[in-house]
């Protein structure tokens, strides 16, 4: 299995941050598809969530 570094989790978690926050401002000026708006903050979400749990199986070894 590959390991995950901090500078990892890192770029995980806030290209995470970015693609929510880039898909709420594009939602406010745009008119953007359920779909289009759903997909992008489950994306975001699952990134935060898989650099956290890494950061979290990292620290506890």
């Known amino acids: 299995m590959k390991t995950i570094t901090k500078k990892k989790t890192l770029l995980l978690i806030s ?3 970015f693609i ?3 898909s709420q401002i ?3 000026f745009t ?3 359920d779909v289009a708006r759903g997909s992008f903050i489950g994306i975001g979400i699952g990134l935060l ?3 956290l ?3 979290k199986l990292k ?3």
Do not use: M, Q, S, Y
Request: proline share 5%.
């Open 31 to 33: 008119e953007l598809p």
């Open 53 to 55: 749990i890494f950061d």
């Open 26 to 28: 594009f939602a406010r």
């Open 20 to 22: 929510v926050a880039i």
């Open 49 to 51: 969530l898989t650099g």
């Open 59 to 61: 620290t506890a070894k």
């Open 15 to 17: 290209t995470g941050i």
